[in-house]
């Protein structure tokens, strides 16, 4: 109920950690690859990737547990293969994808294992997983969310159901827990969240070269099937 709500409101513009994953995401993508993004919401990036045609819609597969966020994004990609499912329960046959995106949705996961293992399993040997989240060693990031509770300023932040606590350690160990090789990252937001939107791409890229996205708020880290 709570997700059917948040999306009755359509957002607008593309969040910093799709901005920063097109760069990585781009080259990749082949003829006939299968794209599969788990928590795809309104379809951000999805939408983004048929705009540029970078893949067909056909092409283009995710889930939801927001019904209102799939009939959103059916709307705009009638022949994407979109639906309602369970995370933890992925229908998928084994390797079924090239690429398996999982942005900003392993935080609100009670346990990430049953669903990073799926991932592992519908991802096809050599295939890539991107994974993004709030990451706590932002030292802006957790003075905010500390002191929204502290001061009982919920307005500070926008807490879901489920809200977790990682770090890129934290997170790089489940997923090779899963199976998947670690290959690198990149960041996004360095500077306080509440000035994002004035931090300037030159900057996160130069910090992006000097590999330190593991200091930024939404790191979005690259893994391989072996």
């Given amino acids: 109920a709570w997700y059917n709500r948040h999306y009755q409101a359509v957002q607008q513009g593309m969040p910093p950690w799709y901005r920063f994953l097109l760069p990585e995401l781009r080259p990749l993508l082949r003829p006939g690859m299968q794209l599969f993004e788990a ?13 540029e045609g970078r893949l067909a819609e056909d092409q283009i597969h995710g889930i939801d547990q927001s019904q209102t966020a799939v009939d959103f994004l059916r709307a705009r990609l009638p022949r994407a293969r979109l639906q309602v499912m369970d995370l933890n329960r992925l229908e998928f046959p ?16 009670a346990d990430p294992a049953p669903a990073l293992n799926g991932l592992a399993r519908v991802l096809k040997p050599g295939g890539t997983l991107f994974l993004s989240f709030p990451n706590y060693l932002h030292l802006p990031w957790w003075l905010v969310r500390v002191l929204a509770e502290k001061l009982n300023h919920p307005n500070w932040i926008v807490l879901q159901p489920i809200d977790q606590i ?3 350690c934290g997170v790089v160990k489940r997923v090779q827990s899963a ?17 994002y939107q004035w931090e300037p791409d030159v900057l996160t890229t130069l910090l992006n070269r000097l590999r330190l996205y593991w200091a930024s708020f939404h790191p979005i880290l690259r893994f391989r099937k072996p």
């Fill in 39 to 51: 928590g795809c919401g309104q379809g951000h990036i999805l939408r983004q990737l048929v705009a």
């Fill in 94 to 109: 084994e390797a079924s994808f090239d690429v398996v995106l999982l942005m900003e949705t392993i935080e609100h996961l």
């Fill in 166 to 168: 990682y770090t890129v």
């Fill in 179 to 195: 199976g998947l090789r670690f290959e690198g990252g990149s960041g996004s937001i360095y500077g306080p969240p509440v000035l």
